[in-house]
T-cell receptor, first 109, second 110 residues
């Protein structure tokens, strides 16, 4: 529930623009995962992060464990980026991931 | 790429009936999970397992049982289905890191 807070809850982006999604954690978090649920409902993993930054194409994600947040940056948004983005926090080895409530992104022409 | 297969894809059940959702993975992952997704709640963990013949409770286990008869198979059982259990259910597996999800089962309890 409130242990992983995502913002914004919804977002509309013009094609070609940039934006950032954020997750704040109220639990001690060791790793973060980001997922995209496409409009058909399928969940795809985007990033698995220990503290630090990863980049993949137009997506870049950062996890700052000291300040308890993670961000997902989308550069040059495309129509196929539309869907709901979830972050999930893991509190340590032997525990399980807790999900945020998602950011619903719509990319418009 | 991990392959996680859920069956059925969708199901309509009657209140008080028994429902079994099945999940099969082919990548030798130790961990398997059952999540439910409701609008506005994201994904919430029901049960998980890290080894065959053993299951653990997640955040919302009430009203659900789980069974892990083998490393590849993990079932979610609703002994007495209720209206509040209408949701989309996702199975996932992992080794130590990334979760790999199945396509989901849409369950409607009437």
């Amino acid at each position: 529930g409130d242990q992983v807070k995502q913002s914004p809850s919804a977002l509309s982006l013009q094609e070609g623009t940039n934006s950032a999604l954020r997750c704040n954690f109220s639990i001690a978090t060791t790793t973060v995962q980001w997922f995209l649920q496409n409009p058909r409902g399928s969940l795809m993993n985007l990033f698995y992060l220990v503290p630090g930054t990863k980049e993949n194409g137009r997506l870049k994600s950062t996890f700052n464990s000291k300040e308890s947040y993670s961000t997902l940056h989308i550069r040059d948004a495309q129509l196929e980026d539309s869907g709901t983005y979830f972050c999930a926090a893991e509190a340590g080895s032997g525990t399980y991931q807790r999900f945020g409530t998602g950011t619903k992104l719509q990319v418009v022409p | 790429e991990a392959a996680v297969t859920q069956s059925p894809r969708s199901k309509v059940a009657v209140t008080g009936g028994k429902v079994t959702l099945s999940c099969h993975q082919t990548n030798n992952h130790d961990y398997m999970y059952w999540y439910r997704q409701d609008t506005g709640h994201g994904l919430r963990l029901i049960h998980y397992s890290y080894v065959a013949d053993s299951t653990e409770k997640g955040d919302i286990p009430d009203g659900y049982k789980a069974s892990r008869p083998s490393q590849e198979n993990f079932s979610l059982i609703l002994e007495l289905a209720s209206l509040s259990q209408t949701a989309v259910y996702f199975c996932a597996s992992s080794y130590t890191e990334t979760l790999y999800f199945g396509s989901g089962t849409r369950l409607t309890v009437l």
